[in-house]
């Protein structure tokens, strides 16, 4: 049900979305309910369905810095990490980041949710972060008796598009972790969705417990969907900007789009918003593009600014990553033998795994079961001094924004792996559409 180009360029749509992550694709599936409604998405990269490499687990390695797959980011040189260049992996293709991410299905702290409400942004909150992610989530409890599996069905959904179910394999060695960081003073954490995020909690995944494939937002949110007639969904379109215009009172409309595919140069029109659902990476290069940005970097690069907005395309940043393996040296653990994802690596060992993958059971159906949060206060002696460094320039910042006039909304969508991504909307969007 993908379209094509003739389908799309000139021609008009109530909304029009770019970027099919997952964002994008869930606003899209709520939006055409209603089937009076068109909604025009855009993706830049290709459609990847059904794609062994986005279904299977254990795969995202091998996605990484593949061009079918990753956008595979490049920072400049930083001067406080002895001038390395760093490679940021984005998701490419129908799902976004959400067809390549290690499936953790993990929430954020309370507090972290509240703050941004405190911080001035209404409604943003646990309880209505919850409430809505409890509607994506069709939680399978486990089959089997553990005690290491703990959950409160309560706090989980049960009927939405996206699968949430624990591994169904495992390594016999989380015991044994759990129990050392515990006697350092870290607790466990019995319900992993409670939003108390300080300890050490099992964790659910995002995939299927019959079929043991991943579960994201293109067979979730997309493919369910994709007979309708007024969703419309195009691949391979690099979009380049917005199209927009200034009325008589100084106010910018957003009237459309352009976009690039198969090397050429399109344009589709609006009538009634633009959804800027590109990822944290691009959406503020569109938005910049388009004239609105910090003022000296769009004429530096010469670009009409429409909008002087200073805060686009600033302050992003992203968590650093050090790996560390270890050999296990004890064969078995309690009786029970340890299991790792070692075989994938041997060509005479992983077709058996391959072979068993259906039955929930071998190597490919291990993933990470327990996760660990501190506070920085325990492991960072100069956490005080860094948090209030932090909090001085974010008040700063809101002040800033606060003596600027807007003529343009900033909405915030969140997705399973907590990335915010911006959607920019010309006019207003009821939360009524979307519950």
């Excluded at 078995?332 to 070692?342: A, F, K, Q, R, S």
Aim: aromatic share 8%.
């Amino acid at each position: 049900m993908l379209a094509q180009i003739a389908d799309i360029s000139g021609k008009e749509f109530d909304y029009i979305i770019v970027g099919g992550g997952t964002a994008g694709l869930v606003v899209a599936a709520r939006l055409t309910e209603d089937p009076s409604v068109r909604v025009l998405v855009l993706e830049a990269g290709e459609a990847n369905l059904d794609d062994p490499m986005n279904l299977l687990p254990m795969q995202a390695v091998r996605q990484f810095n593949k061009s079918k797959y990753d956008w595979a980011y490049k920072t400049v040189k930083q001067s406080h990490s002895n001038n390395r260049e760093y490679v940021w992996a984005r998701g490419k293709g129908l799902g976004g980041s959400s067809a390549v991410n290690f499936m953790f299905w993990n929430k954020p702290a309370r507090e972290y949710l509240d703050m941004f409400q405190e911080l001035g942004i209404e409604g943003w909150n646990w309880d209505l972060f919850h409430e809505y992610v409890k509607k994506a989530e069709k939680f399978t409890p486990p089959n089997h008796d553990s005690d290491l599996l703990t959950y409160n069905a309560v706090s989980m959904g049960s009927s939405g598009p996206v699968d949430v179910s624990f591994s169904p394999a495992r390594t016999y060695l989380e015991e044994l972790l759990i129990d050392s960081i515990t006697q350092h003073g870290i607790p466990r954490i019995a319900d992993t969705s409670s939003g108390m995020t300080n300890g050490t909690s099992i964790t659910p995944s995002s995939i299927s417990p019959t079929t043991f494939y991943r579960s994201y937002s293109a067979n979730s949110y997309y493919q369910p969907n994709a007979h309708r007639q007024n969703l419309i969904v195009l691949v391979t379109a690099h979009v380049t900007g917005i199209v927009s215009r200034r009325g008589d009172d100084g106010a910018i409309t957003a009237t459309g789009v352009t976009f690039v595919h198969e090397g050429n140069v399109h344009k589709a029109k609006t009538s009634k918003e633009v959804l800027l659902a590109a990822g944290a990476v691009i959406s503020p290069q569109i938005l910049e593009l388009s004239g609105i940005g910090k003022r000296d970097v769009l004429e530096r690069a010469g670009v009409e600014v429409k909008i002087d907005l200073p805060g686009v395309g600033e302050n992003i940043q992203e968590h650093l990553f050090s790996g560390l393996v270890c050999q296990v040296k004890e064969h078995h653990v309690n009786g029970h033998e340890v299991e790792t994802c070692d075989p994938l690596f041997f060509p005479d060992l992983a077709p058996e795994h391959y072979r068993i993958r259906p039955e929930g059971k071998g190597a490919l159906n291990i993933r990470t079961l327990s996760l660990t949060f501190v506070p920085l206060q325990s492991i960072c002696p100069d956490a005080e001094e860094i948090q209030s460094t932090l909090l001085k320039h974010i008040m700063t910042g809101i002040q800033e924004n606060k003596s600027k006039s807007r003529t343009w909304r900033s909405c915030w969508c969140h997705r399973p792996s907590f990335q915010l991504l911006p959607c920019i909307l010309r006019g207003n969007m009821s939360r009524s559409a979307l519950d």
